[in-house]
């Protein structure tokens, strides 16, 4: 079965940093575009960050940028999202999705029905 493996979560305090880790299991990254989305209970899945395939272009949602860094160092099958700065309006549960059809948006950054391969999350909790 191909899809993400996200790892990297934990708890840490307001100002503090985390790497997440979003390793593709049973496929390649090549080709497509990986989108990282977070999501609260209750709340839909919202698109953070994103790296644009073939280009490598990076995009952030308003929320992120500056604090938090998308990369997909070349030879390895994993995504990063480096986070620094974290607030307590960042803890979610952290995804990885994949499209070969990356649509950016105005009002949103991603759109969660394009991208394929959802992993299981992981958590971030930001508190003092």
């Known amino acids: 079965q191909s899809q993400f493996v996200e790892s990297g979560g934990g708890r840490v305090q307001p100002g503090g940093s985390l790497t997440l880790s979003c390793y593709a299991s049973g496929f390649r990254l090549d080709g497509y575009s990986i989108g990282w989305f977070r999501q609260v209970p209750g709340k839909d899945r919202e698109g953070i960050a994103c790296i644009a395939s073939p280009d490598e272009t990076t995009y952030y949602t308003d929320s992120v940028k500056g604090r938090f860094t998308i990369s997909k160092p070349r030879g390895q099958n994993t995504v990063f999202l480096q986070m620094n700065n974290l607030q307590p309006g960042d803890t979610a549960t952290y995804y990885c999705?994949?499209?070969?059809?990356?649509?950016?948006?105005?009002?949103?950054?991603?759109?969660?029905?394009?991208?394929?391969?959802w992993g299981r999350g992981t958590q971030v909790t930001v508190s003092s």
């Open positions: 999705g994949a499209t070969l059809r990356l649509r950016i948006g105005v009002q949103r950054l991603l759109y969660p029905v394009d991208f394929e391969k």
